[in-house]
């Protein structure tokens, strides 16, 4: 089991911590609740998040009823030491409503919860693990800055729009011709060689946007902005 280390935390007048959990792989909040010195002691020890419950007076250990345990990857204080933000990994659902996290609509509609194959009605929340793109784009930042010699992302860049340009283009072209035979074929082998191309495509887009200067995140701000509309 991973060694947590205990945060330094300043706990309020009542004895209680405000506690933020998050999802590690993702980043999304799943909950809100609080800790006593007993609650971070046993989080601390057991590796999985305790409360202290409120309304019962008492620890409560999350998911000792319905098994929806969360396992700790991390905790971390703010700045004033005044609240925390525990990092979890989540085993089912972590709201007592059935939906992934606390702030889903109660009927579980939203962008966690996927549609299941071919759109056939909701499934389980399956989580995407986007978060990894923030190290892919690191890297390619950074060959963005340093240029080392011998890399591939260097060699797309120094080639200039053009050259990254047509790599995007190319890929495109490669992920809908991989669809294509995997509409026909549905197999495990061309399942894999879509996702490959499908890498291959986003590799190349965020090559081309470092290539601009242009901040993925002002991507994702104009997804946002179109999001429900």
């Known amino acids: 089991m991973?060694?947590?280390?205990?945060?330094?935390?300043?706990?309020?007048?009542?004895?209680?911590?405000?506690?933020?959990?998050?999802?590690?792989?993702?980043?999304?909040?799943?909950?809100?609740?609080?800790?006593?010195?007993?609650?971070?002691d046993a989080t601390v020890a057991s590796g999985e998040v305790h409360f202290h419950s409120r309304s019962r007076d008492r620890l409560w250990r999350k998911g000792e009823t319905s098994g929806n345990v969360l396992g700790v990857a991390g905790i971390a204080a703010d700045c004033d030491g005044d609240a925390l933000l525990i990092t979890a990994n989540p085993v089912g659902r972590t709201c007592h409503r059935g939906t992934r996290s606390c702030f889903d609509p109660a009927d579980g509609v939203d962008a966690g919860v996927p549609l299941g194959p071919r759109g056939a009605g909701l499934a389980e929340p399956r989580v995407q693990d986007f978060a990894w793109l923030e190290t892919l784009w690191t890297t390619i930042a950074s060959r963005a800055v340093e240029r080392p010699s011998g890399s591939y992302t260097t060699s797309l860049l120094e080639g200039g729009v053009d050259a990254v340009a047509r790599k995007v283009t190319e890929e495109a072209t490669e992920v809908l011709l991989a669809a294509k035979d995997d509409a026909v074929a549905s197999t495990e082998t061309s399942r894999a060689a879509l996702a490959g191309e499908a890498a291959d495509l986003l590799y190349h887009a965020l090559v081309l946007l470092a290539e601009r200067d242009l901040d993925p995140s002002e991507v994702i701000a104009t997804l946002r902005a179109r999001h429900g509309t």
């Open 2 to 40: 991973t060694t947590i280390a205990r945060p330094e935390v300043r706990f309020g007048p009542d004895g209680l911590i405000p506690a933020v959990v998050q999802d590690a792989a993702d980043g999304r909040i799943l909950m809100l609740a609080y800790m006593d010195p007993e609650a971070l």
